[in-house]
Every structure is written in structure tokens, then in C-alpha cells.
């Protein structure tokens, strides 16, 4: 029995991402379809894969939502204006200010965490450069 609860955790673990990853978009408005498929690469980035590939093609750009107030996950806000100067930026596709819907909110809060994650590890390599 022990050895029976933590293989049903790690499958009920499984179904539960892969209904997350099943969106259906029938059921979203126009404008919210639209601005859930513009995040649709989320479904498979992964932040430190993704940054190590920049790195090695030597694009040590952060990323920045766009928003009205351009910002930079994982960036101390009081050095941004300098990083920003030093590394440069590239704005994460599909980010925006704008919400149109639940499913959109929860994809641009992960767009949010994954462009934290790649901020933290580029930010080291574009530092160590300027160094």
C-alpha cells in the first residue's frame, strides 16, 4: 500500500498537467482566443533551456512584458534602467496588459514566471560579460 500512494500522486500529478495543457478554445471569446494562441509557445518553453540556447547564439538580451510600463521579471527594479542599457531587451511574445479572460490570466502569469526564470540566467551571463 505504501508504495502505491506516491505512484497514484505522481499519476494523478500527470493528468492534472495535461488537462491544464488542453485549452478549448471554442468555448473562449474572439479576443480571448486570440490573445491565449499568441502564448501558445508557453506549452513548450522551458526558461533554462531556452536561455542557455541564446547564450550559446550570444543573444544575452532580457526579456520585458509589454506592457504600458515595460518591466523585466527577475530584474531589481532600482539597476533595471542600467541592465536594460547593458544587456537589452526583447519583448515576450504574447505578453500584454490587457486581459481578456481566466485562461489568458493564468498563461500570461506563467509567461510572467518563465520570463523571471530566463531573466535570472541571462543576467548573469550579460553581467559577467560587461565585467
Given at each position: 500500500?505504501k508504495r502505491?500512494i506516491?505512484v497514484?500522486a505522481?499519476?494523478?500529478?500527470?493528468?492534472?498537467?495535461q488537462?491544464?495543457?488542453?485549452i478549448?478554445l471554442?468555448?473562449?471569446?474572439?479576443q480571448?482566443?486570440?490573445?491565449?494562441?499568441s502564448l501558445?509557445?508557453?506549452?513548450d518553453?522551458e526558461?533554462?533551456?531556452?536561455?542557455?540556447?541564446a547564450?550559446?547564439?550570444?543573444?544575452?538580451?532580457l526579456?520585458?512584458m509589454?506592457?504600458?510600463?515595460?518591466n523585466?521579471?527577475?530584474?531589481p527594479?532600482e539597476?533595471?534602467?542600467?541592465?536594460?542599457?547593458?544587456?537589452?531587451i526583447?519583448?515576450?511574445?504574447?505578453?500584454?496588459d490587457?486581459?481578456f479572460?481566466?485562461?489568458h490570466?493564468?498563461?500570461?502569469?506563467?509567461a510572467?514566471?518563465?520570463?523571471?526564470?530566463?531573466?535570472?540566467?541571462?543576467?548573469?551571463?550579460?553581467l559577467?560579460?560587461?565585467?
Amino acid at each position: 500500500m505504501k508504495r502505491i500512494i506516491p505512484v497514484l500522486a505522481i499519476i494523478l500529478s500527470m493528468s492534472g498537467c495535461q488537462e491544464t495543457e488542453q485549452i478549448d478554445l471554442s468555448t473562449l471569446s474572439p479576443q480571448e482566443r486570440d490573445a491565449v494562441t499568441s502564448l501558445a509557445w508557453l506549452q513548450d518553453a522551458e526558461a533554462s533551456r531556452d536561455a542557455k540556447l541564446a547564450i550559446e547564439r550570444g543573444d544575452k538580451r532580457l526579456l520585458a512584458m509589454a506592457t504600458r510600463a515595460p518591466n523585466m521579471p527577475g530584474v531589481p527594479t532600482e539597476s533595471a534602467s542600467r541592465i536594460k542599457s547593458v544587456c537589452g531587451i526583447r519583448y515576450l511574445e504574447g505578453s500584454t496588459d490587457m486581459v481578456f479572460g481566466d485562461t489568458h490570466l493564468k498563461l500570461l502569469q506563467a509567461a510572467q514566471e518563465y520570463a523571471t526564470e530566463y531573466n535570472k540566467l541571462m543576467l548573469d551571463a550579460c553581467l559577467k560579460q560587461t565585467q
